[in-house]
């Protein structure tokens, strides 16, 4: 079975700092995916990385994807407390089986 | 339009009992999911099925069954229900890959199960 670590489990940051969480996993995958829930809420997809330097970037959001080190990154810029939720990496295998990272819990504090 | 629906929201029921959930999509998409999110927020795929082909994790109980009337519905039925089984459970679907390579998931609002 697929595995993937996420780390941190949980991250608390001041808002206007930076921080990146990282996302590893076990085998070979060219698809990884980042999600974010809020409490008591659904996955929203964030970033869809499909090939090895994928870079991609929404707001205060950026993900970036190395395939050869089995690696992604979601990195946050200036965080304001809006983006307080979990975030989830997720890697697909050749089977379309998705394997979910543990999550990591961002709270942002004024 | 809701894009991925489930029924019922809440589901509270006894031990021992046989129930299920609904999955409903209107994208569609050829490929359907069923997680568990366990109270740590630990996701766990437990199904995802085609019209061709259904891939079952092999630590999903048996008492757990994907149900299928057509390509817009999958739904989760749950026999013989444990206390362990208290999660929420989390339909999503995707495009067939030769149209989406991205293969991007829609998830639905989740189902919160509470076995007492």
């Known amino acids: 079975e697929l595995k993937v670590e996420q780390n941190p489990l949980f991250l608390s940051m001041q808002e206007g700092k930076n921080y990146t969480i990282y996302c590893n996993y076990s085998?070979?995958?060219?698809?990884l995916y980042w999600y974010r829930q809020d409490p008591g809420k659904s996955l929203e997809s964030l970033f869809v990385?499909?090939?090895?330097?994928a870079v991609k970037q929404e707001g205060r959001l950026m993900a970036s994807l190395d395939t050869k080190a089995r690696l992604s990154t979601l990195h946050i810029t200036a965080a304001v407390h809006d983006l307080s939720a979990t975030y989830f990496c997720?890697?697909?295998?050749?089977?379309?089986?998705?394997?979910f990272g543990t999550g990591t819990s961002l709270t942002v504090i004024p | 339009d809701t894009a991925v629906s489930q029924t019922p929201k809440y589901l509270v029921t006894q031990m021992g009992n046989d129930k299920s959930i609904k999955c409903e999509q209107n994208?569609?998409?050829?490929?359907m999911y069923w997680y568990k999110q366990d109270s740590k927020k630990f996701l766990k795929i437990m199904f995802s099925?085609?019209?061709?082909?259904?891939?079952i994790n092999e630590t999903v109980p048996n008492r757990f069954s994907p149900k299928s009337p057509d390509k817009a519905h999958l739904n989760l039925h749950i026999n013989s229900l444990e206390l362990g089984d208290s999660a929420v459970y989390f339909c999503?679907?995707?495009?067939?890959?030769?149209?989406?390579?991205?293969?991007?998931?829609?998830f639905g609002p989740g189902t919160r199960l509470t076995v007492t």
């Open positions: 099925y085609n019209n061709k082909e259904l891939i």
């Open positions: 990385l499909l090939s090895n330097g």
């Open positions: 997720a890697v697909a295998n050749t089977g379309n089986q998705f394997y």
């Open positions: 999503a679907s995707s495009q067939d890959p030769t149209l989406d390579p991205s293969y991007e998931q829609y």
């Open positions: 085998t070979t995958s060219d698809r």
């Open positions: 994208l569609g998409h050829d490929t």
